[in-house]
Protein backbone atom coordinates (compact mmCIF):
# COMPACT_ATOMS: atom_id res chain seq x y z
CA UNK A 1 0.00 0.00 0.00
CA UNK A 2 1.46 3.37 -0.68
CA UNK A 3 -1.00 5.21 1.43
CA UNK A 4 0.25 5.97 5.26
CA UNK A 5 -2.12 3.90 7.47
CA UNK A 6 -5.59 4.93 9.01
CA UNK A 7 -6.26 5.07 12.20
CA UNK A 8 -7.82 2.27 13.30
CA UNK A 9 -10.91 3.77 15.36
CA UNK A 10 -12.13 5.08 11.92
CA UNK A 11 -12.58 0.84 11.41
CA UNK A 12 -13.73 0.02 15.18
CA UNK A 13 -15.92 2.88 14.67
CA UNK A 14 -17.97 1.49 11.78
CA UNK A 15 -18.02 -2.02 12.99
CA UNK A 16 -20.33 -1.09 16.18
CA UNK A 17 -22.03 0.92 13.97
CA UNK A 18 -22.92 -1.83 12.24
CA UNK A 19 -23.33 -4.13 14.98
CA UNK A 20 -25.88 -1.92 16.67
CA UNK A 21 -27.77 -2.43 13.34
CA UNK A 22 -28.20 -6.21 13.82
CA UNK A 23 -30.53 -8.22 14.81
CA UNK A 24 -30.05 -10.65 18.35
CA UNK A 25 -28.75 -14.11 17.67
CA UNK A 26 -27.17 -13.14 14.62
CA UNK A 27 -23.61 -13.40 12.54
CA UNK A 28 -22.53 -10.82 9.47
CA UNK A 29 -19.61 -12.29 6.98
CA UNK A 30 -17.73 -10.24 4.58
CA UNK A 31 -15.11 -11.71 2.16
CA UNK A 32 -12.13 -9.81 0.21
CA UNK A 33 -11.98 -9.64 -3.48
CA UNK A 34 -10.09 -11.96 -5.68
CA UNK A 35 -7.28 -11.03 -7.53
CA UNK A 36 -8.58 -11.48 -11.16
CA UNK A 37 -6.91 -13.09 -13.63
CA UNK A 38 -5.45 -11.95 -17.00
CA UNK A 39 -4.41 -15.29 -18.73
CA UNK A 40 -1.25 -17.45 -17.75
CA UNK A 41 -0.18 -16.56 -14.60
CA UNK A 42 -0.91 -12.73 -15.17
CA UNK A 43 -3.41 -11.11 -12.91
CA UNK A 44 -5.12 -7.32 -12.69
CA UNK A 45 -3.99 -5.21 -9.65
CA UNK A 46 -5.78 -6.15 -6.64
CA UNK A 47 -8.66 -3.75 -5.32
CA UNK A 48 -9.94 -4.68 -2.13
CA UNK A 49 -13.50 -5.03 -1.65
CA UNK A 50 -14.86 -1.90 -0.45
CA UNK A 51 -17.26 -3.48 2.73
CA UNK A 52 -14.25 -5.32 4.09
CA UNK A 53 -12.04 -2.67 3.90
CA UNK A 54 -14.94 -0.24 5.52
CA UNK A 55 -15.34 -2.66 8.19
CA UNK A 56 -11.70 -3.47 9.04
CA UNK A 57 -9.46 -1.86 6.95
CA UNK A 58 -7.76 -4.99 5.81
CA UNK A 59 -6.17 -4.36 2.36
CA UNK A 60 -5.46 -7.86 0.74
CA UNK A 61 -7.10 -10.55 -0.64
CA UNK A 62 -8.28 -14.18 1.07
CA UNK A 63 -9.64 -12.00 4.01
CA UNK A 64 -12.77 -13.01 6.06
CA UNK A 65 -13.87 -10.37 8.66
CA UNK A 66 -16.89 -12.19 10.86
CA UNK A 67 -18.77 -10.37 13.06
CA UNK A 68 -21.07 -11.70 15.91
CA UNK A 69 -22.28 -9.44 18.17
CA UNK A 70 -23.65 -11.83 20.55
CA UNK A 71 -21.63 -14.31 20.43
CA UNK A 72 -21.28 -16.39 23.94
CA UNK A 73 -17.17 -16.05 23.62
CA UNK A 74 -15.93 -12.30 23.75
CA UNK A 75 -13.16 -13.14 21.48
CA UNK A 76 -15.73 -14.09 18.92
CA UNK A 77 -17.82 -11.06 18.71
CA UNK A 78 -15.21 -9.92 16.08
CA UNK A 79 -12.87 -12.22 14.11
CA UNK A 80 -11.15 -12.24 10.90
CA UNK A 81 -9.36 -15.15 9.24
CA UNK A 82 -6.23 -14.11 7.08
CA UNK A 83 -3.94 -16.08 4.88
CA UNK A 84 -1.34 -17.48 6.69
CA UNK A 85 2.28 -15.61 6.88
CA UNK A 86 5.53 -15.83 8.14
CA UNK A 87 9.46 -14.73 7.15
CA UNK A 88 9.72 -17.17 4.84
CA UNK A 89 6.43 -16.70 2.81
CA UNK A 90 7.11 -12.65 3.01
CA UNK A 91 10.51 -13.57 0.83
CA UNK A 92 8.32 -15.48 -1.85
CA UNK A 93 4.88 -13.69 -1.90
CA UNK A 94 5.79 -10.20 -0.51
CA UNK A 95 4.82 -8.55 3.01
CA UNK A 96 1.56 -9.99 3.97
CA UNK A 97 -0.13 -9.20 7.16
CA UNK A 98 0.64 -10.69 10.35
CA UNK A 99 -1.48 -11.22 13.12
CA UNK A 100 0.08 -8.46 14.90
CA UNK A 101 -0.37 -5.95 11.79
CA UNK A 102 -3.49 -7.16 11.33
CA UNK A 103 -4.56 -5.51 15.37
CA UNK A 104 -2.75 -2.56 14.47
CA UNK A 105 -4.33 -1.82 11.08
CA UNK A 106 -8.03 -3.01 12.41
CA UNK A 107 -8.60 -2.80 15.68
CA UNK A 108 -9.50 -6.66 15.95
CA UNK A 109 -7.65 -8.86 18.29
CA UNK A 110 -8.92 -11.95 16.99
CA UNK A 111 -7.21 -12.75 14.15
CA UNK A 112 -6.55 -16.46 12.88
CA UNK A 113 -5.34 -18.05 9.56
CA UNK A 114 -7.75 -19.05 6.77
CA UNK A 115 -7.10 -22.39 7.20
CA UNK A 116 -8.74 -22.60 10.66
CA UNK A 117 -11.97 -21.06 8.94
CA UNK A 118 -14.43 -23.73 8.28
CA UNK A 119 -13.57 -25.15 12.11
CA UNK A 120 -14.58 -21.67 13.95
CA UNK A 121 -17.20 -20.63 11.15
CA UNK A 122 -19.13 -24.31 12.72
CA UNK A 123 -18.85 -23.34 16.13
CA UNK A 124 -19.91 -19.86 15.89
CA UNK A 125 -22.90 -20.41 13.39
CA UNK A 126 -23.74 -23.74 16.17
CA UNK A 127 -24.29 -20.54 18.31
CA UNK A 128 -26.53 -18.20 16.14
CA UNK A 129 -29.65 -18.18 13.88
CA UNK A 130 -29.76 -15.96 11.59
CA UNK A 131 -26.64 -15.03 8.90
CA UNK A 132 -25.88 -11.62 7.08
CA UNK A 133 -24.29 -12.49 3.84
CA UNK A 134 -23.21 -9.25 1.66
CA UNK A 135 -24.74 -9.18 -1.83
CA UNK A 136 -23.91 -6.12 -4.04
CA UNK A 137 -27.38 -4.29 -4.68
CA UNK A 138 -25.68 -0.74 -5.49
CA UNK A 139 -28.15 0.51 -7.82
CA UNK A 140 -25.97 0.75 -11.48
CA UNK A 141 -23.83 -2.81 -10.56
CA UNK A 142 -24.20 -4.95 -13.55
CA UNK A 143 -21.44 -7.78 -13.70
CA UNK A 144 -21.38 -11.35 -14.59
CA UNK A 145 -18.54 -11.97 -12.58
CA UNK A 146 -18.53 -14.38 -9.25
CA UNK A 147 -17.17 -12.32 -6.41
CA UNK A 148 -15.77 -14.33 -3.20
CA UNK A 149 -18.98 -13.07 -1.27
CA UNK A 150 -20.81 -14.84 -4.34
CA UNK A 151 -19.68 -17.84 -3.53
CA UNK A 152 -19.13 -17.35 0.05
CA UNK A 153 -23.00 -17.28 -0.01
CA UNK A 154 -23.28 -20.52 -1.94
CA UNK A 155 -21.29 -22.80 0.09
CA UNK A 156 -22.72 -20.53 3.04
CA UNK A 157 -26.56 -21.56 2.24
CA UNK A 158 -25.59 -25.36 0.94
CA UNK A 159 -23.56 -26.06 4.06
CA UNK A 160 -26.06 -24.23 6.92
CA UNK A 161 -29.42 -24.59 4.87
CA UNK A 162 -31.70 -24.03 8.19
CA UNK A 163 -30.23 -20.56 9.32
CA UNK A 164 -32.08 -17.34 8.36
CA UNK A 165 -30.67 -14.96 6.18
CA UNK A 166 -30.54 -11.22 6.74
CA UNK A 167 -28.79 -8.69 4.19
CA UNK A 168 -26.02 -6.71 5.09
CA UNK A 169 -26.16 -4.61 2.09
CA UNK A 170 -29.00 -2.06 3.48
CA UNK A 171 -27.34 -1.47 6.48
CA UNK A 172 -23.94 -0.74 4.77
CA UNK A 173 -25.83 1.49 2.45
CA UNK A 174 -26.85 3.59 4.95
CA UNK A 175 -23.33 3.87 7.09
CA UNK A 176 -21.34 4.45 4.26
CA UNK A 177 -22.83 7.13 2.80
CA UNK A 178 -22.84 9.37 5.69
CA UNK A 179 -18.93 10.18 6.31
CA UNK A 180 -16.75 10.03 8.98
CA UNK A 181 -14.30 13.20 10.06
CA UNK A 182 -11.44 10.80 8.95
CA UNK A 183 -12.69 9.48 6.19
CA UNK A 184 -13.66 13.04 4.71
CA UNK A 185 -9.39 13.91 5.49
CA UNK A 186 -8.82 10.75 3.46
CA UNK A 187 -11.25 12.13 0.72
CA UNK A 188 -9.65 15.63 0.69
CA UNK A 189 -6.32 14.14 0.42
CA UNK A 190 -7.57 12.24 -2.81
CA UNK A 191 -8.94 15.87 -4.37
CA UNK A 192 -5.98 17.69 -3.60
CA UNK A 193 -3.93 15.03 -5.54
CA UNK A 194 -6.39 15.41 -8.12
CA UNK A 195 -5.52 19.35 -8.20
CA UNK A 196 -1.87 18.94 -8.05
CA UNK A 197 -2.73 16.56 -11.02
CA UNK A 198 -5.13 18.87 -12.96
CA UNK A 199 -2.70 21.95 -12.74
CA UNK A 200 0.51 19.78 -13.75
CA UNK A 201 -1.89 19.21 -16.84
CA UNK A 202 -3.00 23.04 -17.29
CA UNK A 203 1.06 23.37 -17.82
CA UNK A 204 1.50 20.77 -20.07
CA UNK A 205 -1.55 21.16 -22.89
CA UNK A 206 -0.92 23.06 -25.90
CA UNK A 207 -1.79 22.46 -29.50
CA UNK A 208 -0.73 19.06 -30.76
CA UNK A 209 -0.28 17.42 -27.46
CA UNK A 210 -1.95 13.87 -27.34
CA UNK A 211 -4.66 12.93 -25.06
CA UNK A 212 -2.62 9.92 -23.65
CA UNK A 213 0.08 12.26 -22.99
CA UNK A 214 -1.94 14.40 -21.10
CA UNK A 215 -3.49 10.69 -18.97
CA UNK A 216 0.22 10.23 -18.59
CA UNK A 217 0.95 13.61 -17.13
CA UNK A 218 -2.30 12.91 -14.39
CA UNK A 219 -1.03 9.72 -14.27
CA UNK A 220 2.75 10.68 -12.63
CA UNK A 221 1.43 13.04 -10.45
CA UNK A 222 -0.94 11.05 -8.61
CA UNK A 223 1.66 7.88 -8.02
CA UNK A 224 4.10 10.53 -6.81
CA UNK A 225 1.65 11.59 -4.47
CA UNK A 226 1.31 7.80 -3.02
CA UNK A 227 -2.20 7.19 -5.00
CA UNK A 228 -2.62 3.71 -6.81
CA UNK A 229 -3.47 6.24 -9.74
CA UNK A 230 -7.28 7.01 -11.41
CA UNK A 231 -10.35 6.44 -8.80
CA UNK A 232 -12.21 5.62 -12.65
CA UNK A 233 -11.30 5.35 -15.75
CA UNK A 234 -10.25 8.84 -16.93
CA UNK A 235 -11.82 10.23 -19.98
CA UNK A 236 -9.29 12.54 -22.04
CA UNK A 237 -12.23 14.20 -24.83
CA UNK A 238 -10.51 16.61 -27.27
CA UNK A 239 -13.06 18.05 -29.52
CA UNK A 240 -16.48 16.03 -30.67
CA UNK A 241 -14.73 13.50 -28.25
CA UNK A 242 -16.55 14.95 -25.11
CA UNK A 243 -19.65 14.10 -27.05
CA UNK A 244 -19.34 10.45 -26.37
CA UNK A 245 -20.55 10.06 -22.42
CA UNK A 246 -17.56 7.20 -21.97
CA UNK A 247 -15.39 8.21 -24.45
CA UNK A 248 -12.23 6.60 -22.33
CA UNK A 249 -9.93 5.65 -25.60
CA UNK A 250 -7.91 8.83 -24.82
CA UNK A 251 -5.72 8.14 -28.05
CA UNK A 252 -6.54 11.49 -30.51
CA UNK A 253 -4.19 14.93 -30.99
CA UNK A 254 -5.54 18.20 -29.39
CA UNK A 255 -6.16 20.45 -32.17
CA UNK A 256 -6.01 24.22 -31.52
CA UNK A 257 -9.04 25.75 -31.42
CA UNK A 258 -10.54 22.75 -29.36
CA UNK A 259 -11.73 22.04 -25.89
CA UNK A 260 -10.71 19.21 -23.61
CA UNK A 261 -12.82 17.48 -21.32
CA UNK A 262 -11.08 16.08 -18.01
CA UNK A 263 -12.87 13.68 -16.20
CA UNK A 264 -10.30 12.48 -13.94
CA UNK A 265 -9.77 11.93 -10.09
CA UNK A 266 -7.59 10.29 -8.33
CA UNK A 267 -7.97 7.90 -5.40
CA UNK A 268 -6.28 7.77 -2.23
CA UNK A 269 -5.96 5.01 0.17
CA UNK A 270 -9.21 3.54 -1.90
CA UNK A 271 -11.18 6.93 -1.38
CA UNK A 272 -11.88 8.18 -4.64
CA UNK A 273 -12.09 11.70 -6.33
CA UNK A 274 -14.26 12.61 -9.19
CA UNK A 275 -13.39 15.95 -11.18
CA UNK A 276 -14.90 17.18 -14.34
CA UNK A 277 -13.14 20.10 -15.80
CA UNK A 278 -12.93 21.45 -20.05
CA UNK A 279 -9.80 23.80 -20.69
CA UNK A 280 -9.01 25.15 -24.17
CA UNK A 281 -6.39 23.39 -26.08
CA UNK A 282 -5.18 27.13 -26.92
CA UNK A 283 -5.20 28.39 -23.84
CA UNK A 284 -8.10 30.85 -24.42
CA UNK A 285 -11.72 29.83 -25.05
CA UNK A 286 -14.05 31.15 -27.75
CA UNK A 287 -16.58 33.60 -27.01
CA UNK A 288 -19.67 30.64 -27.80
CA UNK A 289 -17.48 28.48 -25.74
CA UNK A 290 -17.31 31.11 -22.80
CA UNK A 291 -21.08 31.45 -23.30
CA UNK A 292 -21.49 27.79 -22.86
CA UNK A 293 -18.91 27.18 -20.27
CA UNK A 294 -20.50 30.39 -17.80
CA UNK A 295 -24.67 28.58 -18.28
CA UNK A 296 -23.00 25.09 -17.03
CA UNK A 297 -20.74 26.97 -14.70
CA UNK A 298 -23.91 28.65 -13.23
CA UNK A 299 -26.36 25.46 -13.13
CA UNK A 300 -23.73 24.00 -11.30
CA UNK A 301 -23.38 26.88 -8.57
CA UNK A 302 -27.06 26.70 -8.23
CA UNK A 303 -27.34 23.07 -8.17
CA UNK A 304 -24.87 23.10 -5.01
CA UNK A 305 -26.53 25.25 -2.83
CA UNK A 306 -29.57 22.42 -2.75
CA UNK A 307 -27.53 20.07 -1.22
CA UNK A 308 -28.60 20.58 2.64
CA UNK A 309 -29.78 17.91 4.50
CA UNK A 310 -33.85 16.88 3.57
CA UNK A 311 -33.34 17.72 -0.19
CA UNK A 312 -34.79 14.39 -2.13
CA UNK A 313 -32.13 13.08 -5.11
CA UNK A 314 -35.21 13.04 -7.08
CA UNK A 315 -36.82 16.30 -6.64
CA UNK A 316 -33.23 18.10 -6.92
CA UNK A 317 -32.53 16.48 -10.51
CA UNK A 318 -35.86 17.76 -11.48
CA UNK A 319 -34.90 21.25 -10.21
CA UNK A 320 -31.84 21.39 -11.77
CA UNK A 321 -33.54 20.69 -14.95
CA UNK A 322 -35.91 23.38 -14.62
CA UNK A 323 -32.08 25.49 -14.19
CA UNK A 324 -30.38 23.71 -17.11
CA UNK A 325 -33.82 24.12 -19.50
CA UNK A 326 -33.77 28.03 -18.96
CA UNK A 327 -29.76 28.25 -19.55
CA UNK A 328 -30.41 26.84 -22.84
CA UNK A 329 -33.33 28.89 -23.76
CA UNK A 330 -30.71 31.54 -22.99
CA UNK A 331 -28.08 29.76 -25.08
CA UNK A 332 -30.58 29.90 -28.40
CA UNK A 333 -30.16 25.73 -28.22
CA UNK A 334 -33.73 25.16 -26.66
CA UNK A 335 -37.16 27.39 -28.06
CA UNK A 336 -40.14 28.04 -26.01
CA UNK A 337 -42.05 25.82 -28.52
CA UNK A 338 -39.66 22.81 -27.50
CA UNK A 339 -40.24 23.45 -23.78
CA UNK A 340 -44.05 23.65 -24.45
CA UNK A 341 -44.47 20.04 -26.08
CA UNK A 342 -41.43 18.40 -24.07
CA UNK A 343 -42.25 14.83 -22.96
CA UNK A 344 -42.23 14.73 -19.13
CA UNK A 345 -40.32 11.26 -18.97
CA UNK A 346 -37.46 12.84 -21.46
CA UNK A 347 -37.91 16.59 -20.85
CA UNK A 348 -35.98 18.80 -23.73
CA UNK A 349 -32.82 19.64 -22.25
CA UNK A 350 -32.05 16.11 -22.27
CA UNK A 351 -31.07 16.26 -25.77
CA UNK A 352 -28.32 18.34 -24.55
CA UNK A 353 -27.49 17.24 -20.81
CA UNK A 354 -28.85 13.89 -20.62
CA UNK A 355 -26.76 12.60 -17.73
CA UNK A 356 -27.66 13.08 -13.93
CA UNK A 357 -26.36 16.13 -11.70
CA UNK A 358 -25.30 14.18 -8.77
CA UNK A 359 -23.86 10.77 -7.02
CA UNK A 360 -22.63 9.61 -3.81
CA UNK A 361 -18.58 9.45 -3.86
CA UNK A 362 -16.66 7.98 -1.24
CA UNK A 363 -15.05 4.38 -1.09
CA UNK A 364 -16.68 3.58 -4.56
CA UNK A 365 -16.77 6.31 -6.94
CA UNK A 366 -20.41 5.77 -7.37
CA UNK A 367 -20.89 4.90 -4.01
CA UNK A 368 -23.27 3.93 -1.68
CA UNK A 369 -26.67 5.68 -0.70
CA UNK A 370 -30.06 5.13 -0.46
CA UNK A 371 -31.39 7.60 -3.19
CA UNK A 372 -35.12 7.54 -1.88
CA UNK A 373 -33.83 8.69 1.72
CA UNK A 374 -33.42 12.53 2.20
CA UNK A 375 -30.16 14.12 1.99
CA UNK A 376 -27.56 14.21 5.67
CA UNK A 377 -24.76 15.65 6.86
CA UNK A 378 -21.49 14.53 5.90
CA UNK A 379 -22.82 12.45 2.47
CA UNK A 380 -20.59 13.52 -0.07
CA UNK A 381 -21.86 14.49 -3.64
CA UNK A 382 -20.63 14.99 -6.93
CA UNK A 383 -22.06 18.04 -8.94
CA UNK A 384 -21.82 17.32 -12.57
CA UNK A 385 -23.79 19.65 -14.90
CA UNK A 386 -22.50 19.52 -18.72
CA UNK A 387 -23.95 20.62 -21.97
CA UNK A 388 -23.30 18.44 -25.03
CA UNK A 389 -22.92 19.95 -28.29
CA UNK A 390 -21.71 17.48 -31.20
CA UNK A 391 -23.10 20.44 -34.12
CA UNK A 392 -20.63 22.93 -33.17
CA UNK A 393 -17.65 20.22 -31.71
CA UNK A 394 -17.56 20.60 -27.90
CA UNK A 395 -19.12 19.29 -24.79
CA UNK A 396 -18.32 21.02 -21.33
CA UNK A 397 -18.71 19.50 -17.75
CA UNK A 398 -17.88 20.37 -14.69
CA UNK A 399 -17.89 18.54 -11.51
CA UNK A 400 -16.39 19.13 -7.72
CA UNK A 401 -17.34 16.81 -4.95
CA UNK A 402 -18.95 18.00 -2.05
CA UNK A 403 -19.62 17.88 1.39
CA UNK A 404 -23.66 18.40 2.76
CA UNK A 405 -23.51 20.57 5.79
CA UNK A 406 -25.70 20.77 9.00
CA UNK A 407 -26.23 24.28 7.83
CA UNK A 408 -25.38 26.32 4.63
CA UNK A 409 -24.14 25.75 2.14
CA UNK A 410 -22.19 22.68 1.02
CA UNK A 411 -18.32 21.98 1.94
CA UNK A 412 -16.55 22.04 -1.57
CA UNK A 413 -13.79 19.69 -0.69
CA UNK A 414 -12.51 21.07 -4.58
CA UNK A 415 -12.45 24.62 -3.45
CA UNK A 416 -8.78 24.92 -4.84
CA UNK A 417 -8.93 23.85 -7.95
CA UNK A 418 -9.20 26.57 -10.61
CA UNK A 419 -13.00 26.76 -12.23
CA UNK A 420 -13.59 30.16 -13.64
CA UNK A 421 -12.59 30.79 -17.39
CA UNK A 422 -10.25 33.99 -16.22
CA UNK A 423 -8.35 31.65 -14.12
CA UNK A 424 -7.85 28.74 -16.62
CA UNK A 425 -6.53 30.98 -19.16
CA UNK A 426 -4.40 32.97 -16.68
CA UNK A 427 -2.61 29.45 -15.98
CA UNK A 428 -2.03 28.33 -19.34
CA UNK A 429 -1.02 31.60 -20.28
CA UNK A 430 1.81 31.94 -17.76
MN1 LIG B 1 -19.00 11.85 -11.45
Redesign the pocket.
Known amino acids: MKYDRIDSKLFIKNRKNFMDKMKSKSLAVFNSNDIYPIGADSTMPFQQNRDIFYLSGVDQDESILVLFPDAPEEKHREILFLTETNEHIAVWEGAKLTKEDAFDVSGIRTVYWMKDFEKVFFEVMTQCDTVYLNTNEHYRANHDTQTRDDRFIKWCKDKYPAHQVAKANPILQRLRSVKDPIELELMQKACNITEKAFRRTLGFVKPGVWEYEIEAEYYHEMIRNRSKGFAYTPIIASGNNANVLHYVENNQQCKAGDLILL?T?AEYANYSS?L?RTIPVSGRYSDRQKEVYNAVNKVKKEATKMLVPGTMWKEYHMEVGKMMTSELLGLGLLDKADVQNEDPDWPAYKKYFMHGTS?H?GLD??DYGILTEPMQANQVF?V?PGIYLPDEGFGIRL?DDVVIQEKGEPFNLMRNIPIEIEEIEDIMNS
Open positions: DGDSHITHTEE
